[in-house]
C-alpha cells in the first residue's frame, strides 16, 4: 500500500472516494486487527496513510516525529513516510473548524457538550478552545480525567447550547442507536455529529424535529481529506474542492 486508511472497522468509509476525487493516486481501506496493528506500523510499508478509529492515539509510539498541531492535541490523523522517518499530523482540527464555520455555528461564549472522549473528541476540543467556548464538557462511557458520566450530564447539564457526536454510535450499520436524548436540553441550539455513514442520524433526525441546527461530518471528512492530501503530496489544494467534493458525494449517495 502506498496511500491508504488504517482502522479496524471500515466498511463505513468513504475516504477512498474522497482520496481519489482529490488526488491522482489509489487509495486503500485498510482494516487492522489490534494485533495487526503493530506490525503494520513497524514495517512501514507505506508512502502516507490515514488513521482512524481505535488507533489515532495509539500510533504515537511509532512515530519519528510530530507538528505541533498534533502534539498539542495529543492524536494523530496523518501519517507521512519521508525516507523512512514517520511524521504525524492531524487534519480533524482543520476539518472540525471547516464544519462549523461553513455551517455558521455559533461558539463563543457557548456551553458546548462533546460525546466522546478518544482521539476524535481531542481535535473537536482544541477546535472548541480556539473558537473560545465559554465551557467545554466531555461526557464519555470511559471515565477519564476531566470527563463525566452520561448520567451526570443529564443531572446536571441539559442547559448545553451545543451538542457534539465525537462517538462512533449511530454510524453504519447501527443506524437505530443514538448516544443521548436530545429531548432534555432545551438550550440546544446546534448538534454537530462527526458521523457520516449514515448522512442524518438517529440523533441528527431527533435534532432537526426540535428546530436545531443538524451537521452531519460528511464535510468535515472532505475538509481533513484535503488537508491530508495537502501533506501526502506536498501541494496545495483550493479549499473549493472541499464543497465541490461533497456536493459529488451527497450526489452520488442520493442517486443510489
Do not use: W
Request: hydrophobic share 40%; with cysteine; glycine share 6%.
Amino acid at each position: 500500500m502506498e496511500y491508504g486508511l488504517i482502522g479496524e472497522k471500515l466498511g463505513h468509509s468513504y475516504s477512498k472516494i474522497i482520496h481519489e476525487k482529490l488526488a491522482d493516486y489509489k487509495y486503500d481501506l485498510t482494516p487492522l486487527t489490534k494485533e495487526e496493528f503493530p506490525l503494520f506500523m513497524e514495517k512501514r510499508e507505506f508512502k502516507a496513510i490515514n488513521v482512524t478509529i481505535p488507533y489515532k492515539e495509539k500510533v504515537i509510539p511509532y512515530l519519528d516525529e510530530m507538528d505541533n498541531n498534533a502534539k498539542q492535541i495529543g492524536a494523530v490523523n496523518t501519517v507521512v513516510n519521508t525516507n523512512g522517518k514517520l511524521v504525524g499530523h492531524n487534519t480533524d482540527f482543520s476539518g472540525f473548524l471547516y464544519m462549523i464555520q461553513n455551517n455558521g455555528v455559533e461558539i463563543k461564549d457557548k456551553k458546548v457538550l462533546v460525546l466522546g472522549n478518544g482521539g476524535a473528541s481531542k481535535a473537536v476540543f482544541a477546535v472548541l478552545k480556539f473558537l473560545e467556548a465559554k465551557e467545554i464538557i466531555l461526557v464519555g462511557r470511559t471515565l477519564r480525567e476531566n470527563t463525566i458520566t452520561f448520567q451526570e450530564c443529564y443531572e446536571k447539564h441539559t442547559h448545553g447550547q451545543v451538542i457534539v457526536n465525537a462517538t462512533p454510535v449511530g454510524m453504519y450499520p447501527d443506524i437505530d442507536e443514538t448516544p443521548i436524548d436530545l429531548n432534555k436540553f432545551t438550550k440546544c441550539e446546534a448538534v454537530l455529529d462527526l458521523i457520516y455513514n449514515p448522512l442524518k442520524t438517529k440523533l441528527l433526525h431527533q435534532a432537526e424535529e426540535l428546530g436545531m441546527n443538524a451537521v452531519n461530518g460528511l464535510e468535515m471528512l472532505v475538509a481533513q481529506a484535503k488537508y491530508a492530501v495537502e501533506f501526502f503530496l506536498g501541494n496545495k489544494i483550493e479549499d473549493i474542492r472541499i464543497k465541490e467534493v461533497t456536493d459529488e458525494i451527497y450526489s452520488e449517495i442520493l442517486s443510489r
